[in-house]
T-cell receptor, first 112, second 111 residues
Framework: AQSVSQHNHHVILSEAASLELGCNYSYGGTVNLFWYVQYPGQHLQLLLKYFSGDPLVKGIKGFEAEFIKSKFSFNLRKPSVQWSDTAEYFC??????????FGKGTRLHILP | DGGITQSPKYLFRKEGQNVTLSCEQNLNHDAMYWYRQDPGQGLRLIYYSQIVNDFQKGDIAEGYSVSREKKESFPLTVTSAQKNPTAFYLCATEDRGSEAFFGQGTRLTVV
């Protein structure tokens, strides 16, 4: 079965620290990749997505992610986090069956 | 106002009862999904539908049923066969080949 692994379940950082959240997927074919964010009390919203082209994609709120095909990875990064980035982050993959599979999420807590 | 409407926002169910969660969309998207969100488990796929009158089981379909009689609607029934139904349920839609859009969710509690 296809799967998505997020390595960090809970991350705590201070404001202005750099962020990298890991995501690996198991499918070796063509994939579409996504990062979603869920702020406290809000619905899931898209941060960024990769379908094709430049493997370094930029999203909203200063986030970016890099698709490394050889490593089956799609890590999320942000150079300097803010307190408002406190949220849960989900990596997702659309696989060959055309359904979207999510990872277990990473809870990010930013200390002011 | 375009979007995805899930109702109700909160739902309480007695053990042994079936309950139906509503999901309606006016985005004209072909695909619709139901996910279950539990702490530490992420989003797990229950059912999905790529087109009207067709749907497929996801990873945790046991104890759930769906229908897709209209493009706009994809109701989820949580049956008494679901042993641990207390969870947050999310409906999503997808315009073919694009990303998923989510509703606000329904929190189901078994009492």
């Amino acid at each position: 079965a296809q799967s998505v692994s997020q390595h960090n379940h809970h991350v705590i950082l201070s404001e202005a620290a750099s962020l990298e959240l890991g995501c690996n997927y198991s499918y070796g074919g063509t994939v579409n990749l996504f990062w979603y964010v869920q702020y406290p009390g809000q619905h899931l919203q898209l941060l960024l997505k990769y379908f094709s082209g430049d493997p370094l994609v930029k999203g909203i709120k200063g986030f970016e992610a890099e698709f490394i095909k050889s490593k089956f990875s799609f890590n999320l990064r942000k150079p300097s986090v803010q307190w408002s980035d406190t949220a849960e982050y989900f990596c997702a993959v659309r696989n060959r069956d055309d359904k979207i599979i999510f990872g277990k999420g990473t809870r990010l807590h930013i200390l002011p | 106002d375009g979007g995805i409407t899930q109702s109700p926002k909160y739902l309480f169910r007695k053990e042994g009862q079936n309950v139906t969660l509503s999901c309606e969309q006016n985005l004209n998207h072909d695909a619709m999904y139901w996910y279950r969100q539990d702490p530490g488990q992420g989003l797990r796929l229950i059912y999905y539908s790529q087109i009207v009158n067709d749907f497929q089981k996801g990873d945790i379909a046991e104890g759930y049923s769906v229908s897709r009689e209209k493009k706009e609607s994809f109701p989820l029934t949580v049956t008494s066969a679901q042993k641990n139904p207390t969870a947050f349920y999310l409906c999503a839609t997808e315009d073919r080949g694009s990303e998923a859009f989510f509703g606000q969710g329904t929190r189901l509690t078994v009492v």
